[in-house]
């Protein structure tokens, strides 16, 4: 896969995106990842089942989906530094509120807010930002992003559980809005500032006054192409797997007979693994496609699925499932943006970008509720067992977007 690595990238623009790098490693780290990791404790102290708080997430995850196409828009537009920090913002404050609730509505309604700045703040605006500001060079600052924000999930458990440990729930999640607002926030407005110098100005197409029509007929044709809803199915696929499998992990280690200690120390590895999995792209980009890659992504997390399964005979495969999701799901975070770009190019990429997330967060947004469901009917057996085929029918629509580009 021709390109070049990280490390052929100008020295100023690897350093000027270092500041955004670090900001989503905070977000993702407060505001998803808090989720899963606080999830035993809710269940705990609010006395409310899985399936009631599940379905906080899956709203707050459903409302980011369907408003990732107007941020896109917005951010097309030139919106992207009152749409970053804004959800950002908006994410922290909404934050601070979750630690004061006792009622589920307030729950509920909380978490649908946090779904609104998800919109704003996640991957998919970050990457629709660097794509329209940097043009041809967005794949690789998405790279150098990834690579440093795939320890969020490193930072967010372990700080869980031990801040829960010392101040309770409550404490750890003012102490996550707190990180988001005083940290993340200045390295976001840095980050964005400094992103601007790199500007693509000569891969910006002027539109004629009145093309509204045009743009519309853009969007209508882009879904009429099979490859636009191959790729929504395949990211829809990856987005569900990681939605069923991650916001239970630490229930379905306990399952297992996995130890409280042991289970935190294999969520916080997924991080690491995440970015071994994107060094390895890197380091193989010239002599792999992207569709191999991608087609390595969903066959590991299909496998790590399977070793998790069987982790209960034998617990060193829970090590084995780190490392295959971990990898598969953190090299699939380049991949997407990647694919999108070259299958449909990088005109309107944020709208484009956008409607492409409806699926994948809808992925997310159904699998914390579906995992709890089918953990009702049937145990995590039958939740892993579906995520693995899930994996597998992802890798076929991938397999056939290949075909039909």
Do not use: N
């Amino acid at each position: 896969m021709p390109g070049s690595s990280p490390r052929s990238l100008p020295r100023s623009l690897r350093r000027d995106v270092a500041p955004l790098a670090l900001a989503q490693t905070i977000v993702w780290a407060a505001v998803y990842y808090s989720f899963p990791a606080l999830l035993p404790e809710w269940e705990r102290d609010l006395g409310w089942s899985k399936t009631e708080l599940s379905g906080a997430f899956t709203v707050a995850l459903l409302i980011a989906a369907l408003l990732a196409p107007i941020a896109g828009r917005l951010i097309d537009r030139g919106a992207g530094r009152l749409i970053h920090p804004g959800g950002t913002l908006l994410a922290a404050v909404l934050l601070a509120a979750l630690s004061q609730v006792t009622e589920l509505w307030q729950f509920y309604a909380l978490w649908a807010g946090i779904g609104l700045a998800m919109a704003g703040c996640l991957y998919e605006a970050a990457f629709a930002i660097i794509t329209v500001t940097v043009g041809g060079r967005a794949r690789e600052a998405i790279t150098t992003v990834t690579l440093v924000a795939g320890f969020a999930g490193t930072l967010s458990f372990p700080s869980a559980h031990y801040l829960s440990a010392l101040y309770g729930w409550r404490g750890t999640v003012l102490a996550f809005a707190g990180a988001v607002l005083v940290v993340a926030m200045p390295l976001m407005l840095v980050g964005l500032r400094l992103l601007e110098r790199h500007r693509a100005v000569e891969e910006v197409v002027e539109e004629a006054p009145g093309d509204a029509a045009g743009r519309a007929a853009g969007r209508i044709g882009v879904t009429r192409r099979p490859a636009f809803w191959l790729l929504g199915f395949a990211f829809g696929a990856i987005g569900l797997v990681h939605g069923l499998v991650l916001s239970h992990l630490l229930p379905i280690l306990a399952d297992r007979g996995i130890g409280a200690a042991t289970a935190v120390l294999a969520a916080a590895m997924i991080g690491p693994m995440q970015v071994l999995g994107r060094v390895v792209m890197i380091a193989t980009e010239r002599r792999v496609k992207i569709f191999g890659v991608a087609m390595a992504c969903y066959l590991g997390m299909a496998l790590g699925c399977v070793a998790l399964l069987l982790a209960g005979v034998a617990p060193w495969l829970v090590a084995v499932f780190v490392v295959l999701h971990g990898a598969g799901y953190g090299t699939a975070s380049i991949v997407r943006p990647v694919l999108t770009a070259q299958l449909l190019g990088r005109r309107r990429f944020g709208v484009i970008a956008g409607m492409l997330a409806i699926p994948f967060m809808g992925g997310f947004a159904i699998g914390p509720t579906a995992a709890a469901l089918l953990w009702e009917a049937g145990g995590y057996d039958l939740v892993l067992a579906l995520a693995a085929g899930a994996a597998m029918a992802g890798l076929g629509a991938v397999v056939a977007a290949g075909r039909v580009r």
